[in-house]
């Protein structure tokens, strides 16, 4: 069965840097994008970040300039880069996986953005 295993995350400091990846696996197709949601708590999830095979990206608005999303297709992983973290980036994320018209989600790992 399909599988994301996000690691990474945890506590940041505001103006500081943190870094989520994520594994794709149990699967032979090679997704058609990958990425990232959040949901903070009284709030929808919304896109944080994704990425195609080929490299296209698209991002949400409040994070662009500031996180970069990679991919590694020999892995089928995806990486995160969370630059110039704000209190207001603390949610759940959960990495996202499309294949063949068909949505997957991880478990959420919790971000919490503090002094």
């Known amino acids: 069965q399909v599988q994301l295993a996000e690691s990474g995350g945890g506590l940041g400091q505001p103006g500081g840097s943190l870094r989520l990846s994520c594994a794709l696996s149990?699967?032979?197709?090679?997704?058609?994008?990958m990425g990232w949601f959040r949901q903070a708590p009284g709030k929808q999830r919304a896109l944080v970040a994704s990425?195609?095979?080929?490299?296209?990206?698209d991002y949400g608005g409040p994070v662009k300039g500031r996180f970069a999303i990679s991919i590694d297709n020999a892995k089928s992983a995806v990486n995160l880069q969370m630059n110039s973290l704000k209190p207001e980036d603390t949610a759940v994320y959960y990495c996202?996986?499309?294949?063949?018209?068909?949505?997957?989600w991880g478990q959420g790992t919790q971000i919490t953005v503090s002094s």
């Open positions: 990425i195609t095979p080929d490299g296209r990206t």
């Open positions: 996202h996986a499309a294949i063949n018209g068909n949505a997957y």
């Open positions: 149990g699967t032979t197709h090679r997704a058609d994008a």
